[in-house]
């Protein structure tokens, strides 16, 4: 695409801002590509780990690169001021808050309106669309279960925290099940479990990793609020020494994909690519911390996905049911095709902007 595209999009915005995430995963790649990721790096933890781009961050950073480029040089068709970013740390869901701590918007122009996009497994060249909450807000929680140690044969002399950690992992599964009303959506999921160092000794200590999913502030604290009564309660039954310890962290909103300003720039997609070539999408449970910008400054945010595997064979999955089978985000074999997935991400995030953008 070498000329800006023209766009009949109703300009209410003098200040745009087009976001990109930039950071990998602790993922060993499997695509097979010549290029794979061979990087290794220490993680917090100290631990070594591969490196890979198995959410297609490095993908959004080359578009956001391309359509900067050229919205430069296109720079006679449009007015008002267009900002850049590249965050880092969306993984971590901590990256888009640190940059407002540290005062992006005080250092930089604020804008009237936060643009972003993510690729996926949809069909390459095709956008897909919601408006609303279109992904979940998500919590972690790191929690540790006390007990007391000893020999394994003698289970009597102890209390047991991986029988605890057990008990609460079962119980957690009720939350959605049991607690979070029918109609709304909401994720437990215990991603980590560690306890001891040998299968005949009773260890002092287990702790467990949960991350939580919801669309709605109430269902989010009511997620919350339950994870904290059941890990308290089961310590208690149990006879723990003393209270679990909980910190939450990797904290981020719903993302709100604000409703007039996506009709305005979905209708834009529409003019540019063709309706064949754009996709309703249902709600995502996945989270992005690209919200946090628009709701530091009160500024809507419109945010779109796009999609980056072969299409014939996706289009083919969808048809027969087969999604789950693709591979996605996170997957050690996510691997978006480069073309049409690259002009189109590049296109989309250009024809977004001018939508917005004044006109000369």
Known sequence: MRTLPTSTGTCTATRVMLRADFDALPVEERTGLPYASTVRAVDGDGHEVPVMHACGHDMHAVCLTGAAALLARSREQWSGTLLVVFQPAEELAVGARGMVDDGLFERFPKPDIVLGQHVGPLPAGFIGHGNGPVMAAADSVNITLHGRGGHGSRPEASIDPVLMAANVVTRLQGIVAREVPPAETAVVTVGRLKAGTKDNIIPESAELGVNIRAFTPAVRDLVRSAVERIVTGESRTSGAPKPPDFTWFASAPALVSEPEATKTTVAAFSEHFGAQRLLPMPQVNASEDVGVFGEALGVPTVFWFWGGLEAES?????????????????????????EPTLSTGVEALVVAASTWLGKV
Not at 314 to 338: K, M, Q, W, Y
Request: charged share 15%.
């Open 314 to 338: 996706t289009i083919a999955a969808f048809t027969e049911g087969r999604v789950d089978e693709l591979p996605g985000n996170h997957s050690a074999a996510f691997a978006p095709v480069v």
